[in-house]
Nanobody, 121 residues
Framework: QVQLVESGGGLVQAGGSLRLSCAAS????????MGWFRQAPGKERELVAA???????NYADSVKGRFTISRDNAKNTLYLQMNSLKPADTAVYYC???????????????WGKGTLVTVSS
């Protein structure tokens, strides 16, 4: 059982930056594909960015060029650097761990409880 704990959310003005972190309890963290998802009020949860165990990354079109996903396997930690934030980025951001099941397709078995990011205009 992998436990995931997100941190780093908060209130930021449009154009600002935040860095989210996700600490994993599992020493086999490096084996998992990891992802950041988000859910805005009244909307479905969507994939923001993912990174495989080998370091390959995938981003939603809406965040390409602004967000960067990375992982530190020595620290069992996943990161999401978010720059040039927009009000449309306001959402609860979730960390997830799982497996690659196809091209840019993932089966996430473990989820954190989420951290709220609010971007004011």
């Amino acid at each position: 059982q992998v436990q995931l704990v997100e941190s780093g959310g908060g209130l930021v003005q449009a154009g600002g930056s935040l860095r989210l972190s996700c600490a994993a309890s599992e020493r086999t963290f490096s084996r998992y594909a990891m992802g950041w998802f988000r859910q805005a009020p009244g909307k479905e949860r969507e994939l923001v960015a993912a990174i495989t165990s080998g370091g390959s990354t995938n981003y939603a079109d809406s965040v390409k060029g602004r967000f960067t996903i990375s992982r530190d396997n020595a620290k069992n930690t996943l990161y999401l650097q978010m720059n040039s934030l927009k009000p449309a980025d306001t959402a609860v951001y979730y960390c997830a761990a799982g497996w690659v099941v196809g091209a840019n397709s993932y089966d996430m078995d473990y989820w954190g409880k989420g951290t709220l990011v609010t971007v004011s205009s």
